[in-house]
């Protein structure tokens, strides 16, 4: 069985571009969540999509991120305009159903010069 | 497969027990970190342990890294009911950048 999927792996943008990450999750998973981790921190939040909809996106950092899930499949992280303070790796997980273990993407390494 | 693969995949014990969790990594690693996940809401970073330490300690937590065997342990002592989650190793390569994480071992701890 396929595992979570993140494209591209890596994304090197100029300040004030928009760059858009994609996540195929394991077939079959409802509950796909996103994190992020800036450079040398933790591991941090982002938001939890149940199928089609957004079940909790308290950990969005601000309104230049928007996180769609269309068809309750895929699902894509914009970033626009971006800033240096963007740049760390995003990782995508999914799980079948929630309060089950998540299983990780490989993340994608997002660099904003 | 993921680096970081976590054992065993579920582990359920009695409240007061010690819980211990491996994981087990690939390539060469500057830290390795554990994370608990509570019921889907997301990551809560427990403790980080460097390549050149070999054991660490947080509370009722204990953290062992043997890098000649590419493994680390994680072992909760008294273990309690609101331990129960998910727990995850993750990897640190600063060469490239590169973060992995494990599938987790989901831990059971009976009342």
């Known amino acids: 069985e396929a595992g979570v999927t993140q494209f591209p792996s890596h994304s090197v943008i100029e300040k004030g571009q928009t760059v858009t990450l994609r996540c195929d999750p394991i077939s079959g998973h409802d509950n796909l969540y996103w994190y992020r981790r800036v450079m040398g921190k933790e591991i941090k939040f982002l938001l939890h999509f149940v199928k089609e909809s957004k079940q909790d996106e308290s950990g969005m950092p601000n309104n230049r991120f928007l996180a769609e899930r269309t068809g309750g499949t895929y699902s894509t992280l914009k970033v626009q305009p971006a800033e240096l303070e963007d740049s760390g790796v995003y990782f995508c997980?999914?799980?079948?159903?929630?309060?089950?273990?998540?299983?990780f993407g490989p993340g994608t390494r997002l660099l904003v010069l | 497969s993921q680096q970081g693969e976590e054992d065993p995949q579920a582990l359920s014990i009695q409240e007061g027990e010690n819980a211990t969790m491996n994981c087990s990594y690939k390539t060469s690693i500057n830290n390795l970190q554990w994370y608990r996940q509570n019921s889907g809401r997301g990551l809560v970073h427990l403790i980080l342990?460097?390549?050149?330490?070999r054991e660490k300690h947080s509370g009722r937590l204990r953290v062992t890294l043997d890098t000649s065997k590419k493994s680390s342990s994680l072992l909760i002592t008294a273990s309690r009911a609101a331990d129960t989650a998910s727990y995850f190793c993750a990897t640190d390569n600063y060469n490239n950048n590169d973060m992995r994480f494990g599938a987790g071992t989901r831990l059971t701890v009976k009342p």
């Open positions: 342990i460097r390549s050149n330490e």
């Open positions: 997980a999914s799980s079948p159903a929630w309060g089950e273990t998540q299983y």
